[in-house]
């Protein structure tokens, strides 16, 4: 069909493999401590245990779809104050504005479940197949028997601990014992499978195999984050002022090059112009270190770059080397843009909490507290007894055999005690009316534990009263939890013949 | 600084469609490869779609599809499964006495959303949705405290079982006022209108056609509507003594009632709907409000 010359180029970039090296040191082991962290409270919350009384789940944290509920410890929320949920999502999204302004993508490198997951799949990878130079050995060797028990092997791991993740998951959402026992039983609801399923393929897939691909051309936060970092944010950087040019030490040549004899130099036997060379390299001996811990495939010496997560790894390679060499830490470390600009001018580094403490972070920290103590505000005064009242307009009056005029209201009341409650139905209002609640002899009912009730409300006007003639006379309907004293009231209107 | 990144657009010699506007010319590039692999993908699925569901239009109908699937097919089997799921509490609401229902918490709630259910498909085409009914149709008002042949919900019951006048059931309720027309002079009718409007203890509009008429109230109608125009439920007589009129209580429309009579009638329910769905809905109207409690 077509030429070798009118071939267009493609425009598919296959993915290199990367196999980035063990690495110690002060970043990996914080990276330790906070995948423990993170993976301990996703897969232990779940299994908790929160006594609510004999009613209600006892499981801490628990989203109940099925009756619409969300227990989280002492907090239970019911679908009508979902704007918890929706404030906590505003936190958590300033939040990430706050920590990338002043840390860069700290979420990316430290806390992102594809950063934590994908490190425990890496970790995984070398346990069974060795480090870097060996996977690349085993990456480019044919298919022996060893190469198959190892890759086997590590894909059995990864499952494991990706049908662990996607089993986990489903237990937020129902009673975790009882759903454990059925899942094995296979009498768990389908729902449940699916979602093992579809969470599994995700976390194998994701952690496994794409890794990086996910935050390079999947995650949609690192576009977002360029807009919220700038010359202050702290963020992962090469000092190639100290580093450059790079290129491969001689042993004493460091040495050599603070002498300024000849006569010594030439007791160092090194030739003049390798000396010369020597006293022009920068402190970076072009190891690539820091290249190959690099989860992301990148060298770190090209500056910032989209696909940096700035997980400090390469720093924790580089200071191990500089120490090896005698050479001071820090040639890749935490800095910023300006602190990069002081340095190139010999000026002293601006001190870190200047850079932390600046009007955009202040600005984001007091937002995300405004709506943290709104939520907690809200959280304290929120009443445990509601009613809602929807005056029945279908029809708005109906006149009763003795010409007594009486309205319907549907009042919705609201229980969120673990007990049931005897809730008192009374009303105020500057007209002499009369109230009965549908199925109560003295206007008491009783509202189920943890629910809402629908609660059919009459008001009554005599015959001929002022209240039974006039268009609208103004009512107030109070509901009252006759153990706890609690009140709540609303406001409607009570309709008369209008004559 | 040392990456390079390969970027085919450095290449100048990338072949364009030909077509140029303004001097801009369109690269004719290749369709990713995901996305043409996904159009393929589309394209078999497509087929194999064509071949399991109902798809291709015949001369009558549509091809059925392998898999035998119907919407109406899922519908059917959603609603048995509904009704299995409701047969047990379906079985108590109709093996308790009516007058318990209202003891079982569960079983009540259930009861009243049933009947509300029920009432909107069968009964709100003449009562209403808000049970108001229709004065100037004769569709009595279930909502309030008046009713033709009692508000127990028994008797509720027994009406939307059997129906009111209707050939169709043997055992509907049955009553028949005298076309008075026939009977009594227009003059009488007058006089009685007169006095039956002052029943429920309004001024008379002409006091001396009221009391003329009373001789012939008692004589004519005390029967069933009682001597103080109280009614009797038993007979299906309206109370005529109360602030509630059937068909209105102005005397114009109280003269042609007198006149002409009033035969309003409702079909039987028990063959068409379940034994639960009449307890449900019998349940529902005697808690709209005015239904009566018997000591």
């Known amino acids: 069909m077509s030429t070798s010359e009118d071939t267009p180029p493609s425009l598919y970039a296959a993915r290199e493999p990367i196999f980035p090296k063990r690495v110690s040191g002060r970043f990996r082991n914080l990276k330790w401590a906070i995948m423990v962290v993170t993976l301990g409270i996703y897969y232990v919350t779940p299994w908790l245990r929160w006594d609510r009384g004999p009613q209600l789940p006892d499981q801490a944290v628990l989203v109940d779809l099925a009756n619409r509920r969300f227990f989280f410890f002492w907090i239970e929320i019911w679908p009508h104050e979902f704007y918890f949920v929706a404030g906590l999502l505003i936190m958590a999204g300033i939040g990430l504005f706050l920590f990338t302004s002043a840390l860069g993508r700290v979420w990316c490198g430290y806390t992102c479940p594809q950063t934590v997951w994908t490190d425990l799949f890496i970790l995984v990878e070398r346990w069974i197949e060795g480090d870097r130079n060996a996977r690349i050995r085993l990456l480019r060797q044919k298919w022996d028997a060893r190469k198959v028990r190892l890759r086997v092997t590590k894909w059995i791991t990864w499952m494991l601990i990706a049908v662990a993740t996607g089993g986990a998951w489903v237990f937020y959402f129902s009673d975790a014992p009882t759903l454990f026992v059925d899942l094995f039983t296979l009498n768990a609801h389908a729902a449940a499978y699916t979602t093992v399923a579809l969470l599994t393929a995700t976390t194998f897939v994701f952690g496994g195999l794409m890794r990086e691909q996910v935050c390079i051309y999947a995650c949609p936060w690192p576009r977002i984050q360029a807009a919220m970092m700038d010359e202050d944010t702290i963020t992962v950087a090469y000092r190639d002022w100290r580093g450059e040019p790079r290129g491969k030490h001689r042993k004493g040549a460091a040495r050599a090059a603070a002498t300024t004899h000849a006569a010594d130099k030439t007791a160092f036997a090194m030739p003049e112009d390798e000396v010369q060379t020597q006293q022009q390299l920068g402190d970076c001996i072009d190891c690539n270190a820091c290249v190959n811990v690099c989860p992301m495939g990148i060298d770190i010496r090209d500056g910032q770059q989209l696909e940096c997560i700035t997980c400090a790894l390469c720093i924790d390679a580089c200071d191990e080397v500089m120490d090896k060499i005698g050479k001071p830490r820090g040639l890749i470390g935490y800095m910023a843009l300006t602190d990069e600009e002081h340095e190139r001018s010999g000026q002293p580094r601006i001190p870190v909490w200047k850079h932390i403490f600046r009007a955009r972070t202040i600005m984001y920290t007091a937002l995300w507290a405004a709506v943290g103590v709104g939520l907690v505000v809200a959280l304290f005064i929120r009443p445990d007894l509601s009613i809602t009242v929807a005056p029945v307009r279908n029809p708005v009056y109906v006149t009763m055999s003795d010409g007594t005029i009486r309205n319907t209201y549907d009042v919705r009341l609201r229980n ?84 | 600084m040392s990456k390079t990144h390969k970027d085919p657009h450095d290449k100048q010699d990338v072949q364009t469609t030909g077509h140029s506007w303004d001097g801009i010319e369109e690269y004719d590039n290749p369709m990713p490869r995901w996305w043409l692999y996904t159009f393929y993908a589309t394209i078999v699925w497509g087929i194999g779609y064509t071949i399991a569901f109902p798809a291709w239009p015949m001369i009558s109908g549509a091809t059925s599809g392998l898999l035998g699937f119907s919407t109406r097919g899922d519908l059917v089997a959603d609603l048995e499964r509904a009704q299995a799921a409701n047969a047990e509490i379906n079985e108590r609401l109709v093996s308790v006495a009516l007058t318990e229902i209202p003891d079982d918490p569960d079983l009540n709630q259930y009861a009243v959303n049933k009947g509300a259910a029920v009432y909107r498909t069968f009964c709100s085409q003449c009562h209403g ?100 125009g109280s009614g009797n439920s038993d007979l299906g007589a309206p109370a005529l003594n109360d602030a509630i009129w059937l068909y209105g209580g102005d005397y114009e429309t109280i003269v042609e009632t007198v006149t002409y009579s009033r035969y309003g009638v409702m079909p039987p329910w028990q063959n068409r709907l379940t034994e639960a769905d009449i307890a449900a809905v019998a349940t529902y109207v005697h808690q709209l409000g005015g239904g009566v409690t018997e000591e």
């Open chain 2, 129 to 228: 949705s808000g049970a108001a009914g229709v004065q100037a149709a004769g569709y009595p008002n279930l909502l309030d405290d008046d009713w033709l042949w009692g508000g127990t919900v028994e008797e509720i019951h027994y009406t939307i079982s059997h129906g009111i006048r209707n050939e169709d059931d043997i055992d509907a309720r049955y009553s028949e006022m005298p076309v008075y027309g026939e009977i009594l002079s227009d003059e009488e009718i007058e006089q009685v209108a007169h006095y039956a409007y002052t029943l429920n203890g309004r001024d008379p509009l002409d006091a001396d056609m009221a009391a003329a008429g009373e001789e012939t109230f008692l004589y004519e109608c005390a029967a069933c509507h009682m001597e103080d």
């Open chain 1, 416 to 499: 969120k005690y673990g007990e049931d409650r005897p809730y008192a139905i009374s009303i105020t209002s500057p007209a002499a009316l009369v109230v009965e609640a549908e199925g109560s002899e003295d206007g008491t009912v009783i509202v189920p534990a943890d629910s809402t009730k629908l609660q059919r409300v009459y008001v009554m006007a005599p015959p001929d009263s002022p209240a039974a003639s006039r268009a609208v006379t103004d009512l107030t309907i109070w509901v009252q939890d006759t153990v706890s004293n609690e009140r709540a009231s609303k406001d409607t209107v009570f309709n008369g013949r209008a004559e």
